[in-house]
Nanobody, 125 residues
Framework: QVQFVESGGGLVQAGGSLTLSCTAS????????VGWFRKAPGKGREGVSS????????YYADSVKGRFTAYRDNDKKIVYLQMNSLKPEDTAMYYC??????????????????WGQGTQVTVSS
């Protein structure tokens, strides 16, 4: 059974940095695009980033562009989300997910088949 596990969340002050990690077992990881999504209390799910199977193509939400960077190590089956210049509005539960496609509607989340349980990111002002 495929299992995604996110880690790296925590409490950080505004302007600080965190790096989230996403690993997957029982999955040919290198064949999938991996997306990062977040959900804040009282808000809908938001697509944050997507990275294609090779790591050579990425998408970012406008709200994080220039601050967040997604990259991956397929040998280790890990995808990372480097988050810099964090803001209080970045506070949310962050999830990673896998998709067989990597298209410009990635942010909708509908093509993602496998999802992790999430890791909490809290940014204090």
């Amino acid at each position: 059974q495929v299992q995604f596990v996110e880690s790296g969340g925590g409490l950080v002050q505004a302007g600080g940095s965190l790096t989230l990690s996403c690993t997957a077992s029982e999955l040919k990881f290198e064949f999938y695009a991996v997306g990062w999504f977040r959900k804040a209390p009282g808000k809908g799910r938001e697509g944050v980033s997507s990275i294609n199977w090779s790591g050579q193509s990425t998408y970012y939400a406008d709200s994080v562009k220039g601050r967040f960077t997604a990259y991956r190590d397929n040998d280790k089956k890990i995808v990372y989300l480097q988050m810099n210049s964090l803001k209080p509005e970045d506070t949310a539960m962050y999830y990673c997910a896998a998709s067989e496609v990597h298209g410009d509607s990635w942010y909708e989340g509908t093509s993602y088949k496998y999802w992790g349980q999430g890791t909490q990111v809290t940014v204090s002002s």
